[in-house]
Each structure stands twice: as C-alpha cells, then as structure tokens.
C-alpha cells in the first residue's frame, strides 16, 4: 500500500531497463510472472523465432486482452508468455 492505495505494480529504471514488481499471490511457487521484457516492434519476430524452436505459449483469459494465435493484445499492447525450464513464467509485450 502506499498512501491508502493498494498498488497494483511499481516501475523501477535499472540503466536502460524497466522493471516493474507487483504484488502475486503466487509469489515463490512459480505460477507467478518471473520476467517480463518489452520488446517493442519486434515482437512479433521474437514470437516467431521462439515458435519456430518449439517454445508453447501460454494461453490465459486475460480481461481486456483477446488471445490471437499464441499473442493476447488490447488496449495497445501485446504480450506473448511462456515457460523457461525451470517452470518460470517469462513474458514478452510490445506494439
């Protein structure tokens, strides 16, 4: 909380990178979200490369995204989340 206001995410600037943190109920069990990157308009490049290697997408109902192939967009944003070996939850977004 900050101010009597529950906070949904923090963004911190780590040199060039952004980092948000936000609060998960599923935090330490790794059904939570370990990374997420922004990618810009390579987006769909980066999809398409991570396919083409066999990499399964996760598929979630996300309110106000709509899930298109393996991307869930809206509201100007698309993201695209899958697993990493060790069963984290890594997410790319861009435009």
């Known amino acids: 909380m900050r101010g009597g ?3 949904e995410s923090v963004p911190y600037l780590s ?7 936000y609060p998960a109920g599923f935090a330490g069990t ?9 990618v810009g308009d390579e987006r769909a490049g980066i999809v398409a490369a991570l ?3 066999g990499v399964v997408f996760e598929h979630h109902r996300i309110e106000g ?4 192939g393996d991307v869930h967009a809206g509201d100007g944003i698309k993201l695209a989340g899958f697993r990493n ?5 890594l997410n790319i977004f861009g435009i």
């Open 15 to 21: 040199g060039c990178a952004r980092i948000i943190v």
């Open 30 to 38: 790794n059904q939570a979200t370990g990374i997420t990157r922004g």
């Open 85 to 89: 070996l060790d069963g984290n939850i």
């Open 65 to 68: 995204l709509r899930l298109t």
């Open 51 to 53: 396919e083409s290697k």
């Open 5 to 7: 206001t529950v906070v």
